[in-house]
């Protein structure tokens, strides 16, 4: 357990330092790295410090969000399948976001575009864990997830498709897919306070998760407040996915794909899979974004490609298991 | 085998009918001037009221009276406006459609289709291009004299332009989502034309592209042109306020543009070049 954490950790920091020296512009990863900490003339402090630190801070803390808000869900419904982007709690972040910007919440006041994300994803996780009931079975689950994430993108395209500025349309993908490009420090202060109290939150949640893999009967025998171990999730959840959606888009699959993968390492504990999983998250997201830069540069391709092109495929191996296990 | 030769006499069927097409459309370009002129497209309506006859242009596309799309928005009022939709046009009874290369192809299909003459123009790339749009305008409006005239005062407003160049500052254009304009472009011929160079042309951009924010902050150009901000807000123009961009533009000269005049290949080109040149002059060391 301590060697899969410490590899996690190494990675995510390979990682990060690979995020903090990438970049379009021709600079050593030496200068680059005393720009950051030292300063210096020129522009490059400036490039590091607002452009490419914010950048690799968000890819860490919105990984490390998907990755610990999927891996909770997926532990209290029981079921792979849950997944914030998956089951519409990210698109309906992004509709909380979309009408903050457009309704000029957003400018009037600095919290007000996380905050009607978070009210946004808090209000999907409410709908998906009403509609699905509480064990969570995949076809109640899935089908709650379908008509959320449709109703949530089709009135998030609608409020971008009646705004007055030409731009707003072609924004669309962005709320979809995310992107981490041109963020600065000011996203990050936006989003880190609501992350941390989710993260909090989520992390308490080991124990009764624990249990109830015992089921439902057995948790409450063993001490577990379910009705308050709901609430923690639905509340942690939405300050997690609300805060990274609000800064970065609706980033999907992270939170179905890492925990799918971590699972087995840690012994199929859902404690344990809370804290892998936000370093896998966190991992997955920051090469992704990594990716995007290496790969079509200069076309700015979004994130969410990057995640569902590695996630898509993994779902359809879910599926395969399941009619097998089914059979 | 059989599929493959009804695949090609499907095609040389279809060249004989786009053949058919053109010899149409050259004798049409021979026909006395149209009388009943419709433009669904921003840039033909602009040139369009710079050369139509009195009551020969009907109706003109709802973008050009939009103040922020439009130079000429003040001119578009007194026009009936189209949103540009097949059966609206129709309806209008003209005898000349004139639209967009890019214009939606099932619009203009239709209005072929319903026995209608559509012109379509090409999007101006550059100044020289800027000249033919007029004079194209001038031939399918049968109005020669006019564009021949516009087109002499082109020139010489763009000759006069011209002489007032200096030594070369480095320009960078910067939209929303990090836009930019680079090589073979209208924006880069305006941006030269006033005696700068374009900074995204340098990096080698061809045509439009988006520019990343951290090479523009490590190239420093010496005037930062952005768009002005529009109406109702949005994610893409929040770039244009992040810290490292105000950091950029403390050390340097900014200018914000409102673009109407840097979008059609019209005379309205000239004024965006004017304006650019006397940018260039108030720049610090930029103007001798």
Redesign the interface.
Known sequence: MSRLALALSALVAVLFAASLTTGPSDTSTLSDLSALFLGGDGPLPLVMREIRLPRALLGLMIGASLGLAGAAMQGYLRNPLAEPGLIGVSGSAALGAVLAIHTGLAAAFTLGLPLAALAGAGTGVLLVLMLAGPRGASITLILAGIAISALAAALTSLVLNLSPNPYAASEIVFWMMGSLADRSMTHVWLALPLMVVGWVGLATLGRGLDALTLGEDAAEAMGIRLTRLRLTLVVGTAFVVGAATAVAGAIGFVGLVVPHLLRPLVGARPSRLLWASALGGAAMVLAADLAVRLVLPERDLKLGVLTALVGAPLFLHLIYKTRAEMA | MWGCVRLSRLISLGAAFALAGAVTATETGADPAPRRVVSINLCTDQLAMLLAAPGQLISVSDLAADP??SAMADAARGYRVNQGRAEEVYLLAPDLVVAGAYTDPATIGMLRRVGLRVEQFDTAKSLTDTRERIAQMARVLGRDDEGTALIAEFDARLAELKAKAGNHPRAALYH???YTLGGGTLADDILRAAGFRNLAAELGHRGG??L????L??A?PDLLISAAP????????A?LG???LD??RKGRAGLRITSPDWICGTPHVLNAVERLTDARRALPEGGQ
């Open positions: 922020h799309s929303p989502n990090g592209g988006t990343p924010l951290e090479q902050v490590m420093a529009l109406p109702g807000a949005s994610r893409s123009e770039v992040h810290p490292a950091a950029l």
